[in-house]
């Protein structure tokens, strides 16, 4: 069984993993181990008995503050980050968790309000509830630890619960808190910026904090919640790994603390700052689910840990599993200079192609001619659409396209009916001046009455043409994070509010349109997160499409999310992003690794480009399921260390039978006389020859009268392929590889 209990000790058992912990007879969980499987869970000589200076200590002896503990608690002798800080009716928040009882229950509940992981039968996980009393407070903590046995996986929340007859407030409620008995680690985030996100930074822990955060009230393009930690030594194939992520859109905290005795704290949840809760007596608050993984063999093997789990069971809905449709977007190709016959135009070269979705964006409503006017007002714009939204919905569709809408629900423009009906309907506090970002003003979703509008007026856009897509944009952060409804001692409850409401409106709207194909977006990759992708299974990565750059932000990505969740376009050169040009082969083969499409105006592109359009398009469709659904292996990283230039990446997607893989290398310099290179495949199987065919994606492909390359899996993984130099910049090489 994956939980099994002997003398209040606790091993929660994975394919992957065992994680261990016991009930003292202080009634303190003690954390004991998390790391590669144990055949049981001797491990109780782990714990410290040293007496510390300095270091309050309880009846029993024990010392909180070095402790490794699974639910930290303030003000009783750990001087650590808590897991959780509560006031009660005295005011202060000294508390104190005792161990009560537990109950193991096959399957996995959802949590209220929250979307979170899953199991489609009860036999694939377990799920440990410990409760916990604070006798003082009357708070009452359940601990709530999902086992996903053969996902190699843990899930863990904390739900708290008021048993006393008087209100508590909550200043802090982490999703899980994990004790490491070594610092001698590194650890992984994911920062950046708009248009960079998600960018690798792997450095070696140091003492004190250190962490990751979001105040934006989205999960940010600065920061991502995902992180890592794994030994200095860790490469793509060997070495352990941890990994946390939180399934939430909004703030968050992401945190290490390495204590005075060298043993860090990690911890992941709703950012503590500007957070607070008013639990009424009888009430509970449920956290959001936090998920943890463990590698023993390197970063890679955590990546596609995290990316099988969050297709298979994090993901749901008519999408989970069928292959993703080849898009053109009209962004990049008109801005907002769209109207009804440009668009079908651009349908009609999309059909030429091949390409299966038209996604009209921005620019299509209100009198939305630029961003300064109409969200709010989702009315078709009378003189771009004057025949609706219906009748180009049916021109597409006869043009056998699906049709694709752009919309940003949360977002009002002070410039908008919406707006001038209901001025208090936005994020705001009395008296303040309301700060506009993108010229625009964002929605109290905390509110009910709002929620409910939003769900009708976008079932009303939804129901008023064949729509198969939608693209959900969210162009700016939270500011004056203040709701008209709420009375004063709960104004710091805003942003959690906010997003609960925005899940609830996501529910419905799913449940209401299962056909629909929901991609996320804000300002490109500003919400990437476990949040909302069991909504929208996919997002746009960034709004930065630029290959070069892109290679960067999806191999960061790649860290912590699956290809099939990652928007990825062929755009126009010189790039809008970035000015920089890019051979059309390149643009191609980065947008593989991830769901397809193009970005730009297929009338414009010469007649070389079209036919190169047709060609990586068959390509797409032929492969595509080996890169949505298939295993993912980073080759070689863009990502500069001391022992490699950055220079090249490469990738690889191999199928589940390892009959069939695409192999990708880009150079980002040409090199004069350049050095050897050598690229080693991996996930094949070593005992079956494939056969590498090139790939031609660019304009004016050579033709190929060599006879195809037939080589070993164990030739290709151990002896690997020398690339030929190469002169030119940004130069790209792709191959399907296909078992004899
Ligand atoms: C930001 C998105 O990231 C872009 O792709 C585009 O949809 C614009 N918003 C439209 O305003």
Redesign the pocket.
């Known amino acids: 069984m994956p939980i099994s209990v002997h003398d209040q000790t606790f091993h929660l058992r994975t394919s992957a993993c065992s994680y261990v912990f016991a009930a003292l007879p202080s009634g303190y969980l003690a954390h004991l181990y998390f790391g590669a499987p144990l055949r049981d869970a001797h491990v109780a000589h782990l714990q410290d008995p040293t007496n510390r200076a300095f270091s309050p200590y309880l009846p029993s002896g024990i010392m909180p503050d070095t402790l490794p503990q699974e639910i930290p608690a303030y003000g009783t002798g750990d001087f650590r980050e808590p897991l959780v800080e509560i006031a009660g009716a005295n005011g202060t928040t000294a508390s104190e968790f005792v161990f009560v009882s537990y109950k193991i229950s096959n399957g996995k509940p959802s949590l209220e309000g929250l979307p979170s992981f899953y199991v489609e039968d009860d036999s694939e996980a377990q799920t440990l509830e410990i409760e916990l009393h604070d006798p003082i407070s009357g708070a009452v903590v359940v601990l709530l630890y999902t086992v996903f046995e053969e996902y190699g996986a843990i899930t863990r929340s904390v739900r708290v619960e008021n048993r006393a007859q008087t209100p508590l407030h909550l200043r802090r409620v982490m999703s899980a808190s994990l004790d490491f008995p070594t610092a001698d680690l590194d650890w992984i985030h994911l920062s950046g910026a708009w248009a960079r996100e998600r960018d690798l930074v792997r450095a070696p822990l140091q003492r004190g904090s250190q962490s990751i955060e979001s105040r934006r009230g989205s999960s940010s393009h600065q920061q991502n919640p995902f992180f890592a930690l794994c030994s200095p030594h860790t490469t793509e194939t060997t070495g352990e790994a941890w990994g946390l992520n939180l399934v939430y859109s909004g703030s968050f905290y992401s945190g290490i603390d390495v204590d005075q005795y060298g043993t860090p704290r990690a911890q992941i949840g709703i950012n503590p700052f500007d957070f607070g809760w008013e639990l009424q007596p009888g009430a509970s608050f449920q956290a959001p689910e936090a998920v943890l993984m463990y590698s023993g063999a390197g970063l890679g093997a955590l990546s596609r840990g995290f990316h099988r789990l969050i297709r298979q069971r994090l993901c749901k809905g008519t999408w989970r599993d069928k292959v993703r449709p080849v898009l053109v977007?009209s962004?990049e190709a008109s801005y907002f200079k769209i109207d009804e016959d440009n668009i079908v135009r651009l349908g009609e070269a999309a059909r030429d192609a091949g390409i299966e979705l038209l996604v009209m964006?921005?620019g299509w409503f209100g009198t939305r001619d630029n961003?300064t006017t109409s969200l709010g007002d989702w009315t078709p714009h009378k003189t771009k659409f004057p025949h609706g939204l219906g009748s180009l919905g049916n021109r597409l569709n006869d043009l056998g396209l699906t049709f694709g809408l752009?919309v940003?629900p949360e977002m009002i423009s002070p410039d908008s009916d919406l707006y001038r009906a209901h001025p208090d309907w936005c994020l705001h506090v009395p008296n303040r001046r309301r700060t506009e970002a993108r010229q625009q003003l964002i929605l109290d979703l905390s509110r009910e009455d709002v929620c409910d509008y939003l769900i009708e007026t976008m079932s009303g856009v939804l129901n008023g043409a064949n729509i198969g897509y939608i693209?959900w944009?969210m162009?700016r952060n939270m500011t004056e994070v203040g709701s008209a409804l709420l009375p004063a001692n709960q104004q710091r409850e805003t942003a959690h509010r906010y997003m609960l409401g925005l899940y609830s409106i996501l529910t419905a709207l799913t449940n209401r349109f299962p056909e629909v194909l929901f991609e996320s977006?804000?300002?490109?990759g500003g919400r990437f997160d476990l949040g909302l992708l069991p909504f929208m299974p996919q997002a746009?990565a960034s709004?930065n499409t630029d290959a070069i750059s892109r290679l960067r932000i999806q191999e960061g990505t790649s860290l912590a999310y699956p290809a099939i969740s990652m928007g990825a376009h062929v755009s126009d050169c010189p790039n809008h992003q970035v000015h920089r040009t890019t051979p059309f082969a390149t643009r191609g083969a980065v947008a593989m690794a991830g769901t397809f499409g193009y970005e730009l105006d297929l009338n414009k592109l010469s007649d070389a480009q079209k036919e190169a359009v047709k060609r990586q398009v068959a390509f797409v469709k032929e492969t595509r399921e080996l890169a949505q659904f298939g295993d993912f292996y980073r080759l070689k990283s863009v990502f500069t260390t001391q022992r490699n230039d950055g220079n090249e990446a490469a990738w690889m997607f191999v199928s589940p039978d390892q009959r069939e893989a695409v192999v990708s290398w880009i150079q980002v310099l040409a090199l004069p006389n350049a050095p050897h290179s050598l690229l080693h495949m991996a996930g094949l199987n070593p005992s079956l020859d494939y056969e590498l065919i090139p790939i031609e994606l660019g304009e004016n492909p050579k033709p190929n009268s060599k006879a195809p390359l037939v080589l070993g899996g164990d030739v290709l993984i151990n002896a690997g392929i020398r690339i030929a130099n190469h002169q030119g910049d940004f130069h790209a090489k792709v191959w399907h590889l296909k078992a004899r």
């Open positions: 977007n962004w964006d921005d961003d752009w940003e693209k944009d162009n977006c804000s300002g490109g746009w709004d």
